[in-house]
């Protein structure tokens, strides 16, 4: 906060600066408040017996940081109101962004075949997750999930690997994506018992689960081989910062981008959303 605090500070001076510097250089006279100052196009009159000479614009820099200073200080309250603009310009530059990224992007982002699917697999609406096996976020956003596929039966989830919290959180990543390749109908089960489980999530507690589930494990290794895998996470990865994704939870509905783990109650309400544009 005192980061950007600082840099709206300074995009305020800035500014102060050039409109001082652009005005006075511009300007050979300085009107008086209240007084209209007629504007002619005639040449300079001379009066008799008298040199004409051009007004001194030189700038006094010290004196216009002076003028700046001063303005900040009596109105500090500007500097929040351009803080305000400048993050609503980012969000909505941040947003437009998201739509093309989302129209031009939309098989990989709602039907890679590498996702893993729970809720209605053929649900008119669809919101997907990216998510870490070892967010603490996410670890209590599964229970949203659970209860918005639990509550709308029309609700197709989409979970989409994004390991992003080091080789403990990929490794497990590559033994989930492993098990959907070969079980793909028990999928759900397994990301609830190892995203919903206690403890660390890693390679040798994703396999345990794998196996608790009936995967065989000389199959499951051999699938954790699988050059597809780290070809979807790259894939995923650069879909991520298109979408300006830099943590987890995060969700795309319809046509938004949904940054950190905000409840059930707003993520029904996106949810609506989209169903109301239909």
């Keep these: 906060m005192k980061k950007a605090l600082l840099l709206g500070t300074t995009g ?6 050039m409109l001082a510097f ?29 040199d004409t000479k051009a007004p001194d614009t030189k700038i006094d820099r010290t004196e216009v940081e002076g003028i700046i200073r001063d303005y ?10 351009v803080q305000d603009a400048l993050e609503a310009k980012q969000k909505e530059e941040q947003r437009l962004a998201a739509l093309g990224v ?17 809720g209605n697999p053929n649900g008119k609406v669809t919101i997907v997750e990216f998510y870490d096996y070892n967010c603490g976020f996410c670890k209590r956003a599964i229970e949203d999930m659970r209860a918005l596929t639990k509550s709308d039966p029309d609700l197709r989830f989409v979970l989409k690997e994004f390991p992003i919290l080091g080789p403990d959180s990929q490794k497990a990543s ?3 994506m492993a098990f959907h390749l070969m079980m793909p109908e ?3 089960e397994f990301h609830n018992a190892l995203l919903g489980g206690q403890g660390r999530a890693t390679e040798a507690a994703a396999i345990k689960i794998a196996l608790s589930l009936g995967a065989d494990e000389t199959t499951l290794r051999e699938k954790m081989k699988d050059p597809s895998i780290p070809e979807a996470f790259s894939k995923t990865y650069d ?17 938004e981008v949904v940054f950190g783990a905000l409840g059930q109650e707003v993520l029904a309400q996106k949810i609506e959303a989209v169903k109301a544009a239909l």
């Excluded at 305020?12 to 600066?17: F, G, N, P, R, Y």
């Excluded at 504007?39 to 017996?49: I, R």
């Excluded at 900040?72 to 109101?81: D, G």
């Excluded at 879909?239 to 046509?255: C, F, Q, R």
């Design 22 to 50: 652009g005005f006075v250089a511009g300007s050979p006279q300085i009107a008086k408040a209240g007084t209209a100052q007629p504007v002619e196009a005639t040449q300079p009159v001379q009066t008799a017996g008298a």
């Design 12 to 17: 305020v001076a800035v500014a102060l600066a």
């Design 174 to 176: 590559v033994v989930s």
């Design 186 to 188: 028990k999928y759900g």
């Design 72 to 81: 900040l200080l009596k109105n500090p309250e500007v500097l929040l109101e």
């Design 239 to 255: 879909l991520a910062n298109k979408l300006s994704i830099t943590g987890t939870p995060s969700y795309v509905v319809g046509n």
């Design 102 to 118: 989302i129209k031009n992007a939309k098989e990989q982002i709602f039907n890679s075949s590498f996702d893993g699917i729970v």
